[in-house]
């Protein structure tokens, strides 16, 4: 996946209206976002898969009443934990959030961790056939093991590039090739441009930092969840629907604790396991971006370590080109 692009050390023309913020969880990238909306005159588009729902607002690490005050945020909040939601719905959303920002003069940022939606913003959806609930089940209820196999046998290329530990994914995956016959990598649709027209270039970061700061970050990030409520929203949302919903009991957090409600593990252990799958997320995440979207990378340092990345995108957008 790549986007018309330029280096920091050049500057964009007056064409070049989208910047995309990248990376992996608790990297950082809300705090650079609304800094650059602040500076550049910018709405963010949020690209995460979780934050998308009411509700899920401590774990998701969702921005607060006073960051949306700081600067206009797009798709948070757009249905409740019950509703499903899906990448082709985003990625026309969303769309359709850019177009508005940019018909407003103002700067597109996009900001988040979910790869697949910026797949499907980018490059567009393949033709998959719709889910078929029969068969949904049916792999639903096989061992994840045995239906990797599958998937290494029928579509290698998926395989190497699917998370898989994430069974919705395998599933879905696999779906596709039993109904068409066909592996599902080989069902993507052309590069949809309607992000880069009439000149358009863009500006996509990376944002990483050090291993071990990432992961105090996110261990700490962590703890603060369970301080501000996690168990208590978590409660809430299951009476609301939230165990219904596979895709949002993917979130990180929600699962491990409705395990501890059930009496499965302690409060300890239960966040000690949330802070695990949070790293292991992360370093997929890395993994992705880094196969997947050719992105220029930023190593963020100290906390919050924006101050200068700031700056330095900033002035990469402002600054006249040469000989202009």
Same mark, same amino acid.
Request: with cysteine; charged share 25%.
């Given at each position: 996946?790549?986007?018309?692009?330029?280096?920091?050390?050049?500057?964009?023309?007056?064409?070049?209206?989208?910047?995309?913020?990248?990376?992996?969880?608790?990297?950082?990238?809300?705090?650079?976002?609304?800094?650059?909306?602040?500076?550049?005159?910018?709405?963010?588009?949020?690209?995460?898969?979780?934050?998308?729902?009411?509700? =899920?607002?401590?774990?998701?690490?969702?921005?607060?009443?006073?960051?949306?005050?700081?600067?206009? #945020? #797009?798709?948070?909040?757009?249905?409740?934990?019950?509703?499903?939601?899906?990448?082709?719905?985003?990625?026309?959303?969303?769309?359709?959030?850019?177009?508005?920002?940019?018909?407003?003069?103002?700067?597109?940022?996009?900001?988040?961790?979910?790869?697949?939606?910026?797949?499907?913003?980018?490059?567009?959806?393949?033709?998959?056939?719709?889910?078929?609930?029969?068969?949904?089940?049916?792999?639903?209820?096989?061992?994840?093991?045995?239906?990797?196999?599958?998937?290494?046998?029928?579509?290698?290329?998926?395989?190497?590039?699917?998370?898989?530990?994430?069974?919705?994914?395998?599933?879905?995956?696999?779906?596709?090739?039993?109904?068409?016959?066909?592996?599902?990598?080989?069902?993507?649709?052309?590069?949809?441009?309607?992000?880069?027209?009439?000149?358009?270039?863009?500006? =996509?970061?990376?944002?990483?930092?050090?291993?071990?700061?990432?992961?105090?970050?996110?261990?700490?990030?962590?703890?603060?969840?369970?301080?501000?409520?996690?168990?208590?929203?978590?409660?809430?949302?299951?009476?609301?629907?939230?165990?219904?919903?596979?895709?949002?009991?993917q979130a990180l957090g929600y699962r491990q604790v409705a395990e501890y409600l059930d009496g499965r593990r302690s409060l300890a252990d239960?966040?000690?396991?949330?802070?695990?799958?949070?790293?292991?997320?992360?370093?997929?995440?890395?993994?992705?971006?880094?196969?997947?979207?050719?992105?220029?990378?930023?190593?963020?340092?100290?906390?919050?370590?924006?101050?200068?990345?700031?700056?330095?995108?900033?002035?990469?957008?402002?600054?006249?080109?040469?000989?202009?």
């Amino acid at each position: 996946m790549t986007c018309p692009s330029f280096p920091l050390s050049a500057s964009p023309s007056a064409a070049s209206d989208l910047l995309l913020l990248a990376g992996p969880t608790g990297v950082g990238k809300s705090a650079v976002a609304i800094e650059l909306a602040e500076r550049l005159g910018g709405e963010i588009v949020s690209v995460d898969s979780m934050q998308v729902y009411r509700g =899920l607002d401590i774990g998701t690490a969702k921005p607060s009443a006073e960051q949306r005050a700081r600067a206009p #945020h #797009h798709l948070i909040d757009v249905v409740e934990v019950s509703q499903p939601f899906d990448a082709a719905r985003f990625a026309r959303l969303a769309g359709e959030a850019v177009a508005g920002i940019r018909a407003r003069g103002r700067v597109p940022i996009l900001c988040g961790g979910t790869g697949l939606y910026y797949r499907a913003l980018l490059e567009g959806l393949g033709e998959a056939p719709p889910g078929d609930a029969a068969l949904r089940v049916a792999l639903g209820a096989t061992p994840l093991p045995e239906l990797l196999r599958e998937l290494a046998e029928r579509d290698p290329v998926t395989y190497e590039r699917i998370d898989r530990q994430n069974p919705r994914r395998v599933i879905r995956a696999l779906e596709v090739v039993r109904l068409t016959g066909r592996p599902f990598s080989e069902q993507r649709a052309p590069w949809d441009r309607r992000l880069q027209t009439a000149g358009r270039r863009c500006l =996509l970061l990376g944002l990483q930092r050090a291993a071990g700061d990432l992961r105090r970050r996110i261990d700490a990030q962590v703890q603060e969840m369970f301080r501000r409520g996690l168990v208590a929203e978590t409660q809430r949302l299951l009476q609301e629907g939230l165990g219904q919903n596979p895709t949002a009991m993917q979130a990180l957090g929600y699962r491990q604790v409705a395990e501890y409600l059930d009496g499965r593990r302690s409060l300890a252990d239960t966040v000690e396991l949330v802070q695990i799958r949070t790293r292991q997320f992360a370093k997929r995440q890395m993994t992705w971006f880094r196969r997947q979207m050719q992105l220029r990378w930023i190593l963020l340092e100290g906390d919050p370590g924006t101050e200068g990345v700031v700056e330095q995108v900033a002035g990469a957008w402002e600054r006249p080109s040469a000989g202009a």
